[in-house]
């Protein structure tokens, strides 16, 4: 959630700014907004210099890509947190695909950063702190399939293949679960204030 | 489409877990604006939000210094187009490398010539330039032989996901060492490089050596004979830390199995 700003500090007003090329604007939505985003990206990749490069890299996009920003198509927060997602899961799909290839040792930092995909849930979860009281609230079938695609990088079809179950099956879990946690998060938010 | 299918469909969108078919399916309804898609997919994303929100993690401080400095670096008039394009125009390879091989030949010439007609009074200054010939003949015919010789194997390096159009070519010959070139690849990020690596067998990959590209994405390397390499399965490309490392560690760049 953003803080509390007034005026020509809300995000969106914000953006706009960058979009003209307002240095101040970007240090301040960097200041407001970059721990949303590194979170995240940590999040997905363990490895925290992937992670502080793919963070400059979102970053930079907002900087480059401001003036496209569309406030029909969602909130600013959405916006960053869709492009934190989706580079930070290209990282750990590229380095996967580099593991692949390269049959040898690769440096310590990043094969921690690839442990096999829900294969110690117990152990990743607890990792992910926070996030877990609010996953935590998801029936196991739902909280796995979210964590798959949101933070493994995986896609419905090889969450199908990796669980044994139906394509369909994966698909409404997913549904489910976002309707479900967000039920979970809003309660949060509510009896935090 | 019921309501339910909608869903769905935002819902493995917004995690990233959307394919094919149905990832197309999507696009197309975002695209024509359809209301319950958008709807769906503000909820799905803005759920995301909160979940990212529930764990937030203050980045180091190194980051936000090397954005401001990339930013104070652009040019002020330079904002981007709005629009990119697509397809960058590619620029074929082997002009590349015969521009090169031909650059080298009439600075040979050039070096000739001023040798000849300052040999006398400069004996000093001819060694030295004799050396930087006999330098230059060298590689050139490593080039030659490489060349020439049936034994080399071209291998064409296609670009992965970071930089698409980027390919690569690399003559290798595993007794006289390689040439490699490689264009479209974006300049790497200050304190970057590329690093070039064979891989043979079931071997870690041993580095064929770091280099940059120029402002058109282009950039070539010399390869000296690897020791203990013989037969190479593939050639790879990195992005590393300037210098290099022991060991691949960045984003792979560019591929080509031999």
Redesign the interface.
């Known amino acids: 959630?953003p803080p509390a700003v007034a005026g020509s500090e809300t995000f969106p007003a914000l953006i706009a700014r960058i979009a003209t090329?307002d240095?101040d604007a970007?240090?301040r939505f960097?200041?407001l907004a970059?721990?949303?985003?590194?979170?995240?990206i940590?999040?997905v990749l363990r490895d925290?210099?992937?992670a502080?490069e793919v963070?400059?890299e979102v970053?930079?996009q907002v900087?480059?890509e401001a003036?496209?920003y569309d406030p029909?198509?969602?909130?600013p927060?959405?916006w960053l947190?869709?492009r934190?997602?989706?580079r930070a899961?290209?990282?750990l799909?590229?380095?996967r695909?580099?593991d692949r290839?390269?049959?040898?040792?690769?440096?310590e930092?990043?094969t921690r950063a690839e442990d096999a995909p829900g294969e110690n849930p117990a152990a990743r979860a607890e990792d992910?702190?926070?996030?877990q009281?609010?996953?935590a609230q998801l029936p196991e079938p739902q909280r796995r399939v979210?964590e798959m695609?949101?933070f493994d990088?995986?896609?419905?079809?090889e969450?199908a293949t990796k669980l044994g179950e139906p394509l369909g099956t994966v698909?409404?879990r997913?549904?489910l679960?976002?309707?479900r946690?967000?039920g979970a998060?809003?309660e949060?938010?509510m009896s935090a204030t | 489409m019921t309501r339910?299918e909608i869903?769905?469909l935002?819902?493995?969108y917004?995690?990233?877990?959307?394919?094919g078919g149905e990832l197309a399916r999507f696009e197309a309804l975002?695209r024509a604006q359809d209301a319950d898609a958008?709807a769906a997919?503000?909820?799905?994303?803005?759920?995301?939000?909160?979940?990212?929100?529930?764990?937030?993690?203050?980045?180091?401080p190194?980051?936000?210094a090397?954005?401001?400095e990339?930013?104070?670096a652009e040019p002020?008039a330079a904002?981007?187009p709005?629009v990119l394009p697509l397809s960058r125009r590619r620029r074929p390879l082997w002009p590349v490398i015969l521009s090169g091989a031909m650059a080298a030949g009439l600075a040979a010439v050039v070096v000739g010539w001023s040798v000849s007609a300052t040999y006398e009074h400069r004996l000093d200054a001819l060694a030295r330039d004799a050396d930087q010939l006999k330098a230059e003949l060298r590689s050139q015919q490593t080039v030659l032989k490489i060349l020439r010789d049936p034994a080399t194997q071209v291998v064409s390096l296609a670009g992965?996901?970071?930089a698409p159009s980027a390919r690569a070519r690399m003559l290798w010959h595993a007794t006289a060492g390689g040439v490699f070139v490689a264009a479209g690849l974006p300049a790497p990020?200050p304190g970057k490089a590329y690093q070039l690596?064979a891989?043979a067998g079931?071997?870690?990959?041993v580095s064929a050596g770091v280099f940059s590209v120029d402002a058109s994405g282009t950039g070539s390397l010399s390869v000296a004979p690897l020791p203990g390499v013989s037969a190479v399965n593939?050639f790879?490309v990195?992005l590393e830390p300037a210098g290099g490392?022991p060991?691949?560690?960045?984003?792979?760049y560019l591929?080509g199995k031999s």
């Not at chain 2, 917004?14 to 394919?19: N, T």
């Open positions: 959630m090329g240095r970007f240090s960097y200041d970059a721990p949303l985003a590194f979170g995240l940590r999040r925290p210099e992937a502080a963070l400059q970053f930079w900087w480059k003036p496209q029909k198509r969602g909130s927060e959405a947190v869709m934190a997602k989706t899961i290209d990282r799909r590229s380095m695909r580099r290839t390269f049959v040898g040792p690769v440096d930092a990043v992910r702190g926070l996030v009281t609010a996953l979210i695609a949101f990088g995986l896609t419905q079809s969450i698909k409404t997913a549904r679960g976002l309707e946690l967000r998060l809003g949060g938010r | 339910d869903g769905e935002a819902a493995a917004a995690l990233g877990a959307l394919e975002l958008l997919l503000r909820d799905a994303e803005s759920t995301l939000v909160d979940l990212a929100a529930a764990a937030p993690t203050p980045p180091p190194a980051v936000k090397a954005l401001m990339r930013i104070a002020v904002r981007p709005a992965l996901p970071p990020p690596w891989i079931g071997n870690a990959p593939a790879a990195t490392r060991a691949p560690s960045g984003e792979m591929l």
